[in-house]
């Protein structure tokens, strides 16, 4: 079954201590993409990667970082979280061109 | 960056109505998709158009897309409660590949 999987789903944690979100696609695509959303707000984004060791900025990407070792994998790295990165992250893939995006069930990430 | 517009940003129906929200942008495209999202879960993908068409129809959804006036619109006939939800759009154009969306629109269909 083609689908995106984020780790974890929940995640409670205290500001400071570095956190890793994993994202996994099984459909081979080039594109894969961060972002969160927070009330009123949308979906604004963090990193995108068109490829392999290819990553680039989205519109948040402060407190951010991220890489793209694997074409499956795509990890949001938070080295020190803080409050303001409360909020709820999706990570989502697709491959280039025209196709739709596949999206994984989110990750609600509170930082106390 | 290019996004869409959503608009209305909410909207409450009865059911068994029609729903209509419309989606703007700014630069030239070369598809335009739809995508709905339940509360606190992944966006999905309804339907895509592309530019050089003016409608499609999936089900109880139809899409229309302006480009001359650079807008879409997405009709969801004989709603349903189960269809509330936010509903946001995605443009694809040019060199640009980023993959955003805007704020969508939060549809409540009352039963």
């Known amino acids: 079954e083609a689908q995106v999987t984020q780790n974890p789903r929940y995640l409670i944690t205290v500001t400071g201590k570095k956190l890793t979100v994993t994202c996994s696609q099984n459909?081979?695509?080039?594109?894969m993409s961060w972002y969160r959303q927070d009330p009123g707000l949308g979906l604004r984004q963090i990193y995108y990667?068109?490829?392999?060791?290819?990553?680039d900025k989205g519109d948040v990407p402060e407190g951010y970082k991220v890489s793209r070792k694997e074409k499956r994998n795509f990890p949001l790295i938070l080295e020190s979280p803080s409050p303001n990165q409360t909020s709820l992250y999706f990570c989502?893939?697709?491959?280039?061109?025209?196709?739709?995006?596949?999206f994984g069930q989110g990750t609600r990430l509170t930082v106390v | 960056s290019q996004q869409g517009e959503e608009d209305p940003q909410a909207l409450s129906i009865q059911e068994g109505e029609n729903a209509t929200m419309n989606c703007s942008y700014k630069?030239?495209?070369?598809?335009l998709q739809w995508y709905r999202q339940n509360s606190g879960r992944g966006l999905v993908h309804l339907i895509l158009?592309?530019?050089?068409?003016r409608e499609k129809h999936s089900g109880r959804l139809r899409v229309t897309l302006d480009t001359s006036k650079k807008s879409s619109s997405l009709l969801i006939t004989a709603s349903r409660a189960a269809d509330t939800a936010s509903y946001f759009c995605?443009?694809?154009?040019?060199?640009?590949?980023?993959?955003?969306f805007g704020k969508g629109t939060l549809l409540t269909v009352n039963p």
């Open positions: 989502a893939s697709s491959s280039q061109g025209l196709a739709e995006a596949f």
């Open positions: 459909m081979n695509h080039e594109y």
């Open positions: 990667s068109m490829n392999v060791e290819v990553t």
């Open positions: 630069t030239s495209i070369n598809n």
């Open positions: 158009i592309r530019s050089n068409e």
């Open positions: 995605e443009l694809r154009g040019g060199s640009n590949y980023k993959l955003t």
